[in-house]
Structure formats: structure tokens, C-alpha cells
């Protein structure tokens, strides 16, 4: 095979000293140099190493060159490899990232019941097949309740087993022989209390406390013209179906979408904004307050209370202690769980509490409350002092009148860009 020159690659053949001497002599040293034994010497470019012969040269600088293309070769393969595991780690974390981001998705779903797991209906039956397994239901109470359970949702109608009554009048009662330390009391008008059952626990105090205002407001002749379709509380699934209806009228579609436009069959929590578009779509005249802040000191909100003292006692400034008003009761809605707001006491000292039907209460633990009680000590299921509410957001909704046809329709367009009211 012809010599190549180590230093241009040209193919120099025999002639390789000749053609390292005439082009490249001035790499090379002083190419020549006698040693005085007759020998010439060659110096290598690269590390000045001298050499008695052009061939042992080029072999040297042979050498020099293939480490040197090892070397480069090399660093370039570690900024690949460098690069490639960076590549590979950032599409590991990317990975992670997404399947975490799809379990919180899943588990918000769940949470909120929009997993696709099935609705008042299924749970009910799957509950109450549980509690047969262990022995605390007989199969005949399990075949009578499930047929009861059917006829309720085929008429829309909720059973009332979760209803306790009176307890509006036992209060009215009870305040008017309290002589400690209530200084004065407003009470909602007559509203009943309806706790979770074995189809909604988990889930389903929106929709509650949403029957609790219903049950007042049917018993109020202003609300009348405007529930003559609905005479009695409906079912869990019937107000999934009545808000639906709301969304198809065109009440709040930013907030329908989060639901898919579809509650029925479903265990999705409801807050504030689907019970105003519920009212507001049976023409109740309502608004949505929104507390997005504690106003007082240790994460409070003593303006919430001033909001709910001013409710009741706005045309109700009589001089008796105890004050019934015509005032239905107020809807209340913090992260996670929803309330009704019954009453407030003021006390002795100035300071205020409010009367609060909690869902989560047993109708066992409400029917206490209409026994005559001297020393109060059941009103603690219902009495909730500033300390005792530090969400730190709160809203409610509150009805005061009825909308006429132009003032809904006006409304249904407003919601569109629904935004609550928010107290500084």
C-alpha cells in the first residue's frame, strides 16, 4: 500500500522522505541534522521527540494522530452519552410528572364524584348490601328499604327518612325561658333538617342544605307563585335534574363545564354558584356573598357574622328577646362541606353566634333538640361562636324576594359571567 504523509495524508509512495523533506522540512525540525555518525535526525511536531528515520516518523505521528482522534472521538461520545441520559431523565421525570398528574386528576374525580362510579342510587345499594354482609341488616329490611328507595326516585320525591321537623319552634320556645347570657336571638323562618343517608354520605351536603331552604321556602307564601311545580322536596337525583334544567336555560355554563353539563347519575359535589342558578332559575331573587379572607384577628371572620346579624335584624328590630322572622335561612359554603344557616344569637357581652343545621348530623341528634332542655347543653350541635369558623373562604346565598320573567332572563344573562359579591 503507498505511504501516506503523516502530516497532509497525501499518498507519498517511496518518495515519502523526499516529499516530507520538500513540503513539510519546516515541521520537522532541521531534517538533515548530521549527528556526526552520518545519521539525520527528525523531530516529531507534536512532541518534539527526534527520530533517526522519516519511516519511524511517520509511524510516531501515526500514533500521535490516532490518540488524538480516540481523544476527540471520546469527548465527543461522553457530551452524547451526557446528553442521551439527560434526554432519558428528563423524559423519566416528564413520565412521573404525568402519571402523577393523572392519579390527583383521578383522585379529585373520586373526591368530587365525577369518577364515573355511579350516583345516589348505586351507593345506596352497594351500602346497604354491606351492611347485610355484616350482619347489621336483615334481607327483608334490605328488599324493603331498596323498593322503597326505588319508588322515591321514580316520583322524584325525597322519603323524609332523614327528616326531623320543630326544631325552628322548640328554639323559639327554649329562647324565651333563657335568662343567662343571650341577649337577644333571630330565627330563621320554620325550616326542617335533613342529614346525609346511606346513598349521599360522602358527598351530598349541598344538595341537603339545599332542601333545607326548600323547606322553607314552601312554607312561605311569597315563594309560592314561583314552586308550584315543586310542592315537595324533591329527590338527591331530581335537584341533579333541576340544576341541569337550570344549565340548559343558560345559567352559569362556565360552571356547568366543569361537570360536563351533567350531575344526574353522579356523586359531584355542589356549591354556591349551581344552588344560586337553581334559585335563581325558579325565580327565587338571591345573591352569592363571598368572604374570600378572614376579617379579624386568628384567621376570623367576624364580618360573616355582622353580614348574617344584619339579614335577620334588617326589618326585625322589635324589642323582644326572641325574634321568629320571615327570613328563610342562608345557604353557607366553605371548602369541602356546606351548612345552613338557622339563626344568631347576640350575647350579654356583644359577641355573636350563629345557629348552624349541619347535614352531617343525625336525625337522633336533632330530635334531642326538641325536648325541652333548661341548662342548652344541646344546643351545642347547632352553636357555632367566631372562633369556630377559620375557613378561609366562605360564601353564601342568601334569598330575599322573587324575580319577575324579565329580571330571571337578565340574571340567566349576567350569570354568564358569574362573580359573587366579595366583602373587603
Not at 56 to 62: G, K, S
Not at 299 to 314: A, C
Request: charged letters at 25%; proline letters at 4%.
Amino acid at each position: 500500500a503507498p505511504h501516506e504523509c503523516p502530516f497532509c495524508g497525501e499518498a507519498a509512495g517511496r518518495e515519502l522522505e523526499e516529499h516530507v523533506r520538500e513540503r513539510h522540512g519546516h515541521l520537522l525540525g532541521a531534517p538533515g541534522t548530521d549527528t556526526g555518525n552520518g545519521e539525520q535526525l527528525y523531530e516529531c511536531p507534536m512532541c518534539s521527540l527526534t527520530c533517526t528515520n522519516i519511516q519511524i516518523l511517520e509511524e510516531h505521528v501515526n500514533l500521535h494522530l490516532e490518540e488524538h482522534s480516540f481523544s476527540e472521538g471520546g469527548h465527543i461520545g461522553d457530551l452524547e452519552l451526557a446528553q442521551q441520559l439527560q434526554s432519558e431523565e428528563d423524559k423519566w421525570q416528564r413520565s412521573k410528572e404525568e402519571k402523577r398528574e393523572r392519579e390527583e386528576f383521578k383522585k379529585l374525580q373520586r373526591q368530587y364524584g365525577l369518577d364515573n362510579s355511579g350516583g345516589y342510587k348505586q351507593q345506596f345499594l352497594k351500602n346497604m348490601e354491606r351492611e347485610v354482609d355484616r350482619g347489621r341488616m336483615q334481607p327483608f329490611e334490605y328488599h324493603k328499604r331498596k323498593a322503597d328507595m326505588m319508588e322515591s326516585l321514580a316520583f322524584g320525591i325525597d322519603d323524609g327518612k332523614t327528616k326531623t321537623s320543630g326544631v325552628i319552634e322548640a328554639l323559639c320556645k327554649y329562647y324565651q325561658n333563657e335568662n343567662k347570657d343571650v341577649r337577644r336571638v333571630w330565627l330563621s323562618a320554620g325550616v326542617d333538617h335533613f342529614h346525609s343517608s346511606l346513598g349521599d354520605r360522602g358527598w351530598g351536603c349541598g344538595y341537603r342544605n339545599f332542601q333545607m331552604l326548600l323547606s322553607s321556602l314552601l312554607q312561605n307564601s311569597l315563594y309560592r307563585d314561583c314552586l308550584r311545580d315543586t310542592t315537595l322536596i324533591p329527590s338527591i337525583p331530581k335537584i341533579q335534574s333541576m340544576i341541569e334544567d337550570a344549565w340548559r336555560e343558560g345559567f352559569d355554563p362556565h360552571g356547568a363545564s366543569h361537570f360536563n353539563n351533567r350531575l344526574h347519575g353522579s356523586k359531584a359535589w355542589i356549591g354556591a354558584c349551581e344552588i344560586y342558578s337553581l334559585l335563581t332559575s325558579l325565580r327565587m331573587k338571591c345573591q352569592i356573598i363571598d368572604f374570600h379572607k378572614p376579617t379579624g384577628p386568628m384567621g376570623t371572620h367576624p364580618r360573616l357574622f355582622e353580614w348574617v346579624l344584619h339579614y335577620y335584624s334588617t326589618d326585625n328590630e322589635g324589642g323582644t328577646k326572641v325574634v321568629c322572622t320571615s327570613k328563610p335561612p342562608i345557604y353557607l359554603q366553605h371548602q369541602g362541606h356546606s351548612r345552613t344557616v338557622v339563626g344568631i344569637e347576640e350575647k350579654k357581652n356583644k359577641s355573636l353566634c350563629l345557629l348552624l343545621f349541619d347535614p352531617g348530623c343525625s336525625s337522633q341528634e336533632m330530635q334531642k333538640l326538641l325536648k325541652q332542655n333548661s341548662d342548652g347543653t344541646n344546643l351545642k350541635l347547632l352553636r357555632k361562636f367566631m372562633g369556630s369558623l377559620k375557613e378561609k373562604q366562605y360564601q353564601i346565598v342568601a334569598v330575599d324576594g322573587v324575580l319577575s320573567l324579565e329580571e330571571k332572563t337578565a340574571r340567566c344573562r349576567a350569570s354568564q359571567v358569574l362573580t359573587s359579591e366579595k366583602i373587603p
